[in-house]
Nanobody
Framework: VQLQAFGGGLVQAGGSLRLSCAAS????????MGWFRQAPGKEREFVAA????????YYADSVKGRFTISRDNAKNTVYLQMNSLKPEDTAVYYC???????????????????WGQGTLVTVSS
């Protein structure tokens, strides 16, 4: 499956952005999806994830209550709605896909099979 993330940009602290990740190549509904981010000089970290049916969602503590992950299997797209953005949210955001298997280690980046190219989010103070 090929993934393309978009929707990043420059926003002031307290603002909102919605990231999208469009998938192509294989049935999107058979994949669990995740968002990760990597800030300059830091390791890639888990942000949010959603299973294939949208019945389970997972969030990093740092974004819980501010970010919402969702998906539209008919549109082959997963979304990350980001509200109340903070300067520390500045990073390149990556979407990732994992073939659904009944187990979902959502927070583990090595669990994912496919990655998008990333989209930059910059939050100014």
């Amino acid at each position: 499956v090929q993934l393309q993330a978009f929707g990043g940009g420059l926003v002031q602290a307290g603002g909102s952005l919605r990231l999208s990740c469009a998938a192509s190549g294989r049935p999107f509904g058979s994949y669990d999806m995740g968002w990760f981010r990597q800030a300059p000089g830091k390791e890639r970290e888990f942000v949010a994830a959603i299973n294939w049916s949208s019945s389970s969602t997972y969030y990093a503590d740092s974004v819980k209550g501010r970010f919402t992950i969702s998906r539209d299997n008919a549109k082959n797209t997963v979304y990350l709605q980001m509200n109340s953005l903070k300067p520390e949210d500045t990073a390149v955001y990556y979407c990732a896909a994992s073939q659904s298997s009944g187990s979902f280690f959502a927070r583990t980046f090595t669990w994912y099979d496919y990655w998008g190219q990333g989209t930059l989010v910059t939050v100014s103070s």
